[in-house]
C-alpha cells in the first residue's frame, strides 16, 4: 500500500529556513518521480516543486532560487529545503507521487510569522 508522511512543518519567522521530509512506502520510491504541493488558507492546492528519477528539477517561479528539492533514494525520502521564508510562504504542505494513480501524503503545516 502507497504511503506518503510529510513531517518538518512548524512556525518559522520571515528570512528564516525549513527542511520538509516525505518518507514513502509501499512502492518502488527509485523509479518514480515526486512531488511538492502546497496549499494556503483559503486558496486551492499548488504545484511547488518536482524531481524526476535521474535527479532533474523544476520549480514554481514563486519559490524558484529560494527553495530546493531532493530525494534519496537509500531511504525512500524526498526533501525540501525552503530559505528566505516570505509570510506567503504559509501553507499545509504535500507531498505526491503517481503510481498508477496520484497519492498524497497527510500534509505538514508550514506557517511563516513574526
Known amino acids: 500500500q502507497v504511503q506518503l508522511v510529510e513531517s518538518g512543518g512548524t512556525l518559522v519567522q520571515p528570512g528564516g529556513s525549513l527542511r520538509l521530509s516525505c518518507a514513502a512506502s509501499g512502492f518502488t520510491f527509485s523509479i518514480y518521480p515526486m512531488n511538492w504541493y502546497r496549499q494556503a488558507p483559503g486558496k486551492g492546492r499548488e504545484w511547488v516543486a518536482s524531481i524526476t528519477t535521474g535527479l532533474n528539477t523544476n520549480y514554481a517561479d514563486s519559490v524558484k532560487g529560494r527553495f530546493v528539492i531532493s530525494r534519496d533514494n537509500g531511504k525512500n525520502t524526498m526533501y525540501l529545503q525552503m530559505n528566505s521564508l516570505k509570510p506567503e510562504d504559509t501553507a499545509m504542505y504535500y507531498c505526491?507521487?503517481?503510481?498508477?494513480?496520484?497519492?498524497w501524503g497527510g500534509g505538514t503545516l508550514v506557517t511563516v510569522s513574526s
Open positions: 505526491k507521487a503517481f503510481v498508477g494513480r496520484d497519492y
